[in-house]
């Protein structure tokens, strides 16, 4: 971090520790089964579904009894299905991954026609049959999220909301975003719930499959050092930056229905927030994590229409230049109205009304074509009532900070004071850095790959739970209302900088400043 030197790096070896490569299957493994991926032309299931899949097959982590239905309106055979099965992984030399793609299948069709979820029903009997599925049933809503509803509900009409003979768990998997506001997430909801139960759903969210976000609760509760200082009692404020350096790419169209705030803050800001946050739950597995998740949205409070006038900015990028290289401003990206107003940018302070953080301000920011790609949760720490080294000795003190690392680089950097070697006592701030890349050499295992497996071992801890959903909605719904107001006014910022101006009066506001990764 700019303002900090390194002090040590932390590993995690013992004198009879062994460091392995992470593997999300530990003691986990799936039953047979068939997963059936709707949208299975798109980009998602090239990128990321696809891949994914291939390296859990590389681990070990997938059944032999395993079989993969692309379904999609493309007009493919099924093997030009499995070609592409076998191109989304090319860094994949496991004979495993290659005779599973053998038995995949394909069908073509449109989500509205009967004819599709019919012939998609005959291909998974066939399936259970050849490939020894069992029965059970894993499907992955992949395509636009107005079909979400529309697709669950024909499964439901064709009996796929329930497994087929001899099977145990029939699941859907929805990706977000989980509606556009509050009331489309409750008509969401109550489509989805027609055709599934709510223990049947799995919301995913990529950025709860990161191990540093996992990570928060074993460093909380793990360790006595921080919980007792997890509080009010030392915590003077929270920053959560959630920083792109790239901009909308060839999304134009797709952004201006959504911008930054529905982007981002809606889901990946509360999902982090809440994890950082919450109160410590009563068992570490679905229930209890989610439980705990829940009730501390509850205890955000949610801002009246001055309030999300007053403390909240919203900006859109102009020209700049990021990477040594000159890029347009937003309203130059293709497919973007030139006269847009779609935000970009969005800074905020939220207040959590509950007895741990009463008080303590929570500084959120998010935006595109900022000057480099980051996402981070830093815990700010009070300054020592006295300091007997005051002034100059002490100009380069900054407050002890402790600092999640999301991505890219993801760890764990605690800033304190120390002092400087020399004959005066002269005090700056160091900084202790865990890295995962060093200290788990193997790699972490990719976000989509352990909620995959996840999902097909039916553990929803790591999922989004309907009333999640909706208090996520709730807190940013008079945000939106404002926004659609024109209010507040748009601002601007270069691209290739840390945001506007007004991003940075906000939190100096308080006396504050925000922490450039």
């Known amino acids: 971090m700019?303002?900090?030197?390194?002090?040590?790096?932390?590993?995690?070896?013992?004198p009879d520790a062994t460091v392995h490569p992470i593997d999300p299957g530990i003691g986990r493994h799936p039953d047979p089964l068939a997963l059936v991926i709707f949208g299975a032309s798109g980009d998602l299931a090239h990128r990321k579904i696809l891949p994914a899949l291939a390296q859990l097959a590389e681990r070990g982590s997938?059944?032999?009894?395993?079989?993969?239905?692309?379904?999609?309106?493309?007009?493919?055979?099924?093997?030009?299905?499995?070609?592409?099965?076998?191109?989304?992984?090319?860094?994949?030399?496991?004979?495993?991954?290659?005779?599973?793609?053998?038995?995949?299948?394909?069908?073509?069709?449109?989500?509205?026609?009967?004819?599709?979820f019919a012939t998609l029903a005959t291909v998974l009997r066939e399936i259970d049959k050849e490939r020894g599925t069992s029965g059970n049933r894993i499907y992955y809503l992949a395509t636009i999220p107005a079909l979400f509803g529309t697709v669950a509900c024909s499964l439901a009409e064709h009996g796929g909301n329930e497994p087929a003979e001899g099977g145990s768990f029939a699941r859907l998997v929805v990706e977000k975003p989980f509606g556009s506001d509050l009331e489309s997430a409750k008509k969401l909801d109550a489509e989805l719930h027609k055709a599934f139960r709510e223990d049947q759903i799995f919301r995913i969210d990529h950025y709860m499959g990161k191990e540093t976000v996992q990570n928060v609760l074993a460093l909380r509760f793990a360790n006595s050092i921080f919980e007792p200082i997890w509080n009010r009692r030392y915590v003077d404020h929270v920053q959560v930056t959630v920083a792109e350096s790239i901009g909308v790419e060839h999304r134009g169209g797709f952004y201006e229905t959504a911008g930054a705030l529905r982007d981002i803050v809606q889901n990946h800001v509360m999902q982090v927030l809440s994890l950082t946050l919450m109160e410590p739950p009563s068992s570490m597995d679905a229930g209890g994590i989610r439980d705990e998740k829940v009730k501390l949205l509850r205890s955000v409070l949610i801002p009246d229409l001055d309030e999300a006038v007053n403390n909240v900015v919203r900006a859109q990028y102009a020209r700049g230049v990021v990477d040594a290289r000159e890029v347009p401003g937003y309203r130059e990206e293709e497919g973007v109205d030139p006269n847009s107003q779609t935000e970009t940018f969005v800074a905020m302070l939220l207040l959590v009304d509950n007895w741990r953080w009463a008080g303590v301000p929570i500084y959120v920011r998010t935006g595109k074509r900022l000057a480099k790609r980051a996402t981070e949760v830093s815990m700010v720490f009070q300054r020592p009532p006295h300091l007997p080294f005051a002034g100059k000795l002490a100009r380069d003190l900054r407050p002890d900070t402790l600092t999640l690392?999301?991505?890219?680089?993801?760890g764990i950097a605690l800033s304190f004071g120390a002092k400087v070697p020399g004959p005066a006592f002269r005090v700056r701030t160091v900084a202790m850095d865990f890295s995962y890349a060093e200290a788990f050499p193997g790699g972490t295992a990719d976000a989509y790959e352990r909620l995959l497996l996840d999902a097909m071992t039916g553990d929803a801890t790591l999922f989004i739970r309907s009333d999640e959903v909706d208090q996520a909605w709730e807190i940013v719904a008079p945000i939106q209302r404002a926004f659609l107001d024109g209010e507040p006014p748009l601002a601007h910022y270069r691209a290739g900088s840390w945001g506007p101006i007004e991003a940075d009066r906000l939190i100096e506001g308080g006396g504050r400043q925000w922490r450039n990764p």
């Open 2 to 14: 700019s303002e900090v030197s390194n002090l040590q790096n932390v590993t995690v070896a013992g």
């Open 405 to 410: 690392r999301i991505q890219p680089d993801e």
């Open 62 to 116: 997938l059944p032999d009894n395993f079989a993969i239905v692309g379904v999609a309106r493309s007009e493919w055979s099924d093997e030009e299905f499995r070609e592409l099965c076998k191109k989304a992984a090319p860094s994949s030399s496991s004979a495993t991954w290659e005779r599973l793609v053998e038995g995949f299948r394909y069908v073509s069709g449109d989500y509205g026609d009967d004819t599709t």
